[in-house]
């Protein structure tokens, strides 16, 4: 496909929202552009609306998330099951916390929900964060603060070196994918053996400070999750902000902290899908693969359950 003319899937971008997602014209679409997508956006195009929501503009990057949204728009872009749940959530917060914000989609999506709110989004690749701030201006948001740091349980030195995954990486999400510090990872090791790994080094956050007065809090930092949260275990308690965070596979030490903070606290844990929030028992936690059962990655902690909103 590579060889036709992008003019071509035009008409298939601009009118797949509109089509019913049980029809067959739909599956077919849909698959179609699950392979266009790979072209990438058509170089000509310095920024785009979502097809299905356009008031939500991005600019045009080398990356994974930018492909899918301009192709597929937020329904069927990048976790869906998140997104009506973070939006939700922040037009009721007053102070807003992202951690891992990557190229900004989540950014501009909670800032445009909550133009009341302080929103911090914290992302420490400087090419991530440059694309981040470009989507912030691009989106006319003047409440969000973009932060270039890495964000630590503890400020041990100024400054932190971060590992970025080369083309052997499992995932792509974005110009620098799934960025891992060395040394303080349950997913990634100290000593990549992939040659095309490369290494950057950024200023030091500490979560301690960052979360001075923050009502909710969003992690997506691909393994970091327990080195960050676990020294602000009593301020987490005391404060309980809502949470989302990622909770991969293979993560027991970060699953035992959520464990042991939802013992302390009165947090709920709930798995978001499109249609609704799932309560999760905190026993299943040791043990449930939120890809394989739920399909999505991201578990949010909560004790503001409102009754009108859908629940399983």
């Not at 496909?1 to 049980?22: D, E, I, N, Y």
């Not at 995954?165 to 999400?173: E, L």
Request: contains cysteine; negative net charge.
């Amino acid at each position: 496909m590579k060889q036709l003319p992008a003019g071509m899937f035009t008409s298939l971008r601009t009118t797949f929202p509109a089509l019913a997602p049980t029809s067959w014209q739909h599956r077919v679409q849909r698959r179609i552009l699950g392979v266009v997508r790979h072209r990438g956006v058509p170089a000509d195009v310095e920024a785009f609306a979502l097809i299905d929501n356009p008031e939500v503009r991005l600019v045009n990057a080398d990356s994974y998330l930018v492909d899918r949204l301009y192709w597929f728009g937020e329904r069927y872009g990048y976790e869906p099951e998140v997104l009506r749940w973070w939006r939700l959530y922040c037009s009721r917060s007053t102070s807003i916390l992202e951690l891992g914000a990557n190229i900004g989609y989540f950014t501009v999506q909670g800032a445009k929900a909550a133009p009341q709110a302080r929103y911090v989004a914290v992302e420490p690749h400087p090419g991530c964060a440059g694309v981040c701030r470009e989507n912030v201006r691009l989106n006319g948001l003047t409440n969000v603060e973009v932060v270039e740091a890495a964000a630590v349980g503890k400020v041990v030195t100024p400054s932190v070196t971060l590992i970025t995954p080369g083309s052997r990486s499992r995932d792509h999400y974005a110009q620098a994918p799934c960025t891992g510090y060395v040394g303080r990872n349950e997913m990634y090791p100290d000593d990549p053996d992939d040659p095309s790994c490369g290494f950057v080094t950024v200023p030091a956050a500490a979560l301690s400070d960052l979360l001075d007065g923050v009502d909710l809090l969003k992690m997506d930092v691909e393994g970091q999750e327990f080195s960050i949260l676990s020294p602000a275990f009593d301020q987490l308690a005391a404060a309980r902000p809502t949470m989302f965070v990622e909770l991969l596979d293979d993560t027991p030490k970060l699953r035992s902290f959520i464990s042991a903070l939802c013992a302390a606290t009165d947090y709920r844990c709930f798995v978001p899908t499109p249609e609704r929030l799932i309560p999760l028992p905190v026993s299943d936690l040791a043990s449930v693969s939120l890809a394989s059962e739920f399909d999505t990655r991201d578990l949010i902690l909560t004790r503001d359950i409102v009754p009108e909103w859908s629940v399983a």
